[in-house]
């Protein structure tokens, strides 16, 4: 046995990148349930039609509100229709972007040992 290499290799120089390791892990899972708590408070508006329909979701997604103007109305309900699904896809495709970027944040620099 080759002194200074520990059990099966696994030397004093690796555990503290284990070590490394788990800390960072623990910061970003920490870091997560922050993240959680703020999305589930985020307001992220969506709309068409040039603010004729507004759809606000939570950081989340969960839906919050919908809001339509007048002007809306006298569309007609087809047209109103896509008014809404269009603010809400618009919505949906920023919260995500929200989260993504959010989650960016989080885990970046963090460089797990065999992970990269």
Do not use: C, H, W
Not at 31 to 60: C, D, F, H, P, T
């Amino acid at each position: 046995m080759t002194k200074g290499q520990g059990f099966g290799g696994f030397g004093l120089g690796k555990m503290k990148e284990l070590t490394e390791a788990f800390k960072k892990a623990q910061q970003v899972q920490e870091g997560a349930k922050r993240l959680q708590e703020e999305l589930e408070v985020m307001e992220i508006e969506g709309e068409a039609g040039g603010g004729l329909v507004k759809v606000v979701l939570s950081g989340n997604q969960e839906p919050r509100r919908v809001e339509i103007t007048q002007d809306a109305m006298g569309e007609g309900p087809e047209v109103l229709a896509d008014l809404v699904l269009a603010a809400a896809k618009d919505a949906y495709n920023k919260s995500t972007a929200t989260m993504r970027e959010r989650m960016e944040e989080l885990t970046g620099g963090l460089n797990l040992p065999g992970m990269g």
